[in-house]
């Protein structure tokens, strides 16, 4: 069984910045691609970033382009998502899945709030 679990949300002006971080329990993820999605009220759940097993292989979404970036520690089960020049548009929950996502592997999200 796999259990995710992020943090690093808050509050932050327009321009700032924040470091998610995602960790991972259990092997089930060993080996395999994964991916922080967003959701804002209303809108359904969208895809931010993936990161392959070694970190070989990385896609954005256009929005995330050129101001975040994914990353991972293996050996610590861990990804995170630094993000910069962050926009009001930015604000959601912040999740991390595998990728293509599992249903029962959502977490509770982190909250990011970005202000004008």
């Known amino acids: 069984q796999v259990q995710l679990v992020e943090s690093g949300g808050g509050l932050v002006q327009a321009g700032g910045s924040l470091r998610l971080s995602c960790a991972a329990s259990?092997?089930?993820?060993?080996?395999?691609?994964m991916a922080w999605y967003r959701q804002t009220p209303g809108k359904e759940r969208e895809f931010v970033a993936s990161?392959?097993?070694?970190?070989?292989?990385?896609n954005y979404a256009d929005s995330a382009k050129g101001r975040f970036t994914i990353s991972r520690d293996n050996a610590k089960n861990t990804m995170y998502l630094q993000m910069n020049s962050l926009k009001p548009e930015d604000t959601a929950i912040y999740y991390c899945?595998?990728?293509?996502?599992?249903?029962?592997?959502w977490g509770q999200g982190t909250q990011v709030t970005v202000s004008s």
């Open positions: 259990g092997r089930a993820f060993s080996g395999l691609d």
């Open positions: 899945n595998l990728d293509p996502f599992r249903p029962g592997y």
């Open positions: 990161i392959s097993w070694f970190g070989g292989r990385i």
